[in-house]
């Protein structure tokens, strides 16, 4: 957070996982992070997932997602930016007429629909991640380091009383 020139002092991290281990969304839960201004914060701010992509050797999607007004997503590799789109929504030739369908399919290709497509989700699923329960760790209190899935217990109760695993 530093690194983007915020101070931790009133800041936390929500870590949401969704559908399993392959999607995990991390965000900054501070003041400078929320509405609109929040989403053209997250257009220029990217160090949380840069480092991530660096420490866990996985690639990193960044986005920013404003309804009136943009949506963006930036790719990491190995702590460099290796992908990416911007989408301003006055600059978009929609559909011609009030086809529901063919905006749907237009926005399929937008920078949302693109990385949804990549995690195998649809886009409204993206779009809902940040309604789905999370865990709040809070930066200003010291924690040991423990694994991921600890942060999650309910989830975790959930899977081993899945049917694949009661056999």
Same mark, same amino acid.
């Given at each position: 957070m530093e690194e983007d020139g915020q101070g931790g002092s009133d800041a936390g991290l929500l870590v949401t996982v969704l559908g399993g281990p392959r999607i995990v969304r991390f965000a900054w839960d501070a003041p400078f992070t929320y509405g609109r201004a929040g989403a053209r914060w997250y257009l220029t701010h990217h160090s949380l997932a840069r480092r991530l992509s660096e420490h866990l050797g996985v690639t990193v999607h960044a986005y920013a997602f404003d309804p009136d007004e943009v949506e963006q997503v930036v790719a990491y590799a190995n702590g460099r930016r *290796?992908?990416?789109? #911007? #989408? $301003?929504?006055?600059? *978009?030739? #929609?559909?011609?007429? +009030?086809? +529901? +369908?063919?905006?749907?399919?237009?926005?399929? @290709?937008?920078? #949302?629909?693109? *990385? @949804? $497509? *990549?995690?195998?989700?649809?886009?409204g699923e993206l779009l809902r991640i940040p309604r789905n329960a999370s865990a709040l760790i809070d930066l200003r209190r010291a924690m040991q380091p423990q694994p991921l899935w600890q942060l999650f217990p309910d989830r975790v109760r959930q899977l081993r009383e899945h049917a694949l695993y009661a056999q």
């Open positions: *290796v992908g990416g789109e #911007l #989408l $301003r929504y006055d600059e *978009v030739e #929609l559909p011609e007429g +009030d086809d +529901d +369908d063919a905006f749907l399919r237009a926005q399929a @290709s937008w920078p #949302l629909g693109h *990385v @949804s $497509r *990549v995690l195998g989700i649809e886009r």
